[in-house]
């Protein structure tokens, strides 16, 4: 790695000022974990000037148990997260889904608002040396649009209509199907209108803004929670495709659904029309198999990637029997 | 943002004049050690105490093997994505290619050359067992298989299998893993 300035951060103002100082050409440093394969393998135009770690930030790794939820600090580990016994019993799809994350060493490492905050994997993107200047780096086109777009968006573009790099995350499917809420050093977001696609940007978040915390509404009563990924390999692997579901029943009859699909589209996307679907009936095959129809109908898969929308449909299907009465049926992915 | 002339050596915050600078030293940075522009970072490794001048660029496996000559630890895919270069910092494994040097001051590293030293049962069983076949990925293993039994000295087949799942072998050396940690592991409890 070429060289550049580090600082510890004491603070979230600190660490905000250091980055403006550096005009931009500074980046923040917790986990490491995918800032730092990008600074080596020279993926982006501008190289930092300066990293500002913010790990030395005191108490922003917390997980606490709050009188309306949960409340996670930005620095907490998929790790903690995974193994935490209160996101186990309640908050289940998130510790599902930070305990399928990469590998146990990255999940040691890598840190919640990290895996929320990481950038594209598209492989024209992350070519060494910059070696396609594409749409999301500013550039002119999107070199994945007619050329190998096979882990890539099935429902379009972003960025000038073209980008259609996929958002990589794990945790974020299952934050949104949580309802959960994203607090930076700025603002309140609610975790479904966290993301948004622009040049060099994954996120609404201003490049001086920092996550503090992530809020989790306490589960209504009833209320069962999934997370499933689809991959290559069982380990250090991105998912093709993940969801994650949280369904809360009456009496056996579903009154309220969130179901988020990811790696599927430029952002995590919630599929309104499968949680509508499943809203006043039962969690069966025929009502689970309907809402993965739903989820998938206005699927536009691109020329290599058509193969994603059956497994999304499925993993719809499954999550959303997953958090039915009779779980033990479901083949996990 | 205005320019600012005074730069705090603390924080880097900017200030229109001495005055104000000293001031907010005063404030924020009473007593406090002036951050070392060598990065000067100390940390145990194997029990024994460093404290190395790093460069910001420098990650912990550029440090731990080029530096202080503790070869065990394995260069092979330098992206987190292989778990040859595993060590264990604080208790736990993490991989020393994506964690820069500067960032663990203050920290305990136990790299494969501690585990040997202190004569751990698993390089033993790793041998008996022929976890191996060329051996590169060999010190990698050996570091995430010894912070699991740290952390639960009596894992399941299953739990040994999810523990290793973030280390590679090219030769296919994997069911010999999972014998000789929960020969160990049996080992280490019956005692």
Not at chain 1, 21 to 41: E, P
Not at chain 1, 99 to 127: E, K, V
């Amino acid at each position: 790695m070429k060289n550049f300035e580090h600082f510890n951060a004491r603070s979230i103002d600190e660490a905000a000022t250091l980055l403006v100082r550096y005009g931009g050409n500074a980046a923040f440093i917790a986990g490491g974990t995918d800032l730092l394969g990008k600074m080596k393998d020279r993926i982006l135009p501008a190289y930092p000037e300066a990293l500002i770690n913010i790990k030395t930030i005191p108490g922003l790794d917390a997980i606490e148990e709050t009188d309306d939820g949960l409340s996670i600090g930005a620095l907490a580990t998929l790790a903690q997260i995974a193994t935490h016994p209160v996101i186990r019993e309640k908050y289940t799809a998130l510790a599902q889904a930070a305990g399928r994350t990469a590998s146990p060493q990255l999940r040691n490492m890598g840190t919640i608002a990290g895996n929320l905050c990481q950038d594209i994997r598209c492989w024209y993107y992350r070519a060494t040396q910059n070696r396609f200047s594409c749409l999301r780096k500013g550039g002119g086109r999107c070199y994945a649009l007619k050329g190998d777009n096979r882990y890539h968006s099935i429902f379009g573009g972003s960025v000038k209509g073209g980008c259609i790099a996929v958002h990589p995350s794990d945790t974020a499917p299952a934050l949104i199907a949580l309802d959960g809420t994203v607090i930076t050093s700025k603002r309140t977001v609610k975790a479904s209108d966290f993301f948004k696609v622009s040049v060099n940007r994954t996120t609404v978040l201003e490049p001086d803004e920092i996550v503090t915390t992530i809020h989790l509404p306490a589960p209504a009563p009833g209320t069962q929670s999934a997370f499933m990924k689809f991959a290559l390999r069982q380990s250090i692997d991105f998912p093709i495709v993940n969801c994650a579901a949280a369904i809360t029943c009456e009496r056996e009859a579903v009154t309220r659904a969130r179901i988020c699909l990811n790696a599927v589209s430029v952002v995590p996307r919630r599929t309104v029309a499968a949680e509508q679907s499943m809203v006043g009936s039962n969690i069966d095959e025929n009502t689970a198999d309907a809402a993965g129809a739903a989820a998938v109908a206005n699927a536009e898969p691109l020329e290599g990637n058509a193969y994603m929308v059956p497994i999304a449909r499925t993993l719809v299907k499954r999550t959303i029997l997953v958090c039915g009465p009779s779980p033990a049926e479901v083949d996990p992915v | 943002m205005e320019t600012k002339d005074f730069i705090c050596p603390h924080c880097a915050k900017g200030f229109k004049s001495p005055e104000e600078m000293k001031a907010h030293m005063l404030a924020d940075h009473r007593g406090g050690a002036l951050p070392s522009p060598e990065g000067r970072i100390r940390l145990t490794i194997n029990g024994k105490a460093h404290a190395p001048d790093v460069k910001p660029n420098w990650t912990l496996y550029h440090l731990v093997h080029d530096h202080l000559g503790l070869t065990g630890a394995k260069q092979f895919c330098d992206r987190g994505a292989c778990g040859s270069c595993t060590v264990i910092m604080d208790g736990k494994p993490v991989l020393s290619c994506m964690i820069l040097a500067i960032e663990c001051d203050g920290k305990t590293v136990e790299t494969v050359e501690g585990i040997a030293a202190a004569g751990h049962p698993l390089i033993n069983a790793y041998v008996k067992h022929h976890a191996m076949q060329c051996g590169y990925c060999t010190p990698g293993f050996v570091t995430t298989s010894k912070a699991l039994l740290d952390d639960n000295p009596r894992p399941t087949a299953n739990e040994v299998k999810i523990a290793l799942s973030g280390n590679l072998c090219r030769c296919g050396t994997y069911p010999q893993h999972t014998i000789a940690v929960l020969e160990v592991s049996q080992k280490l409890t019956a005692s």
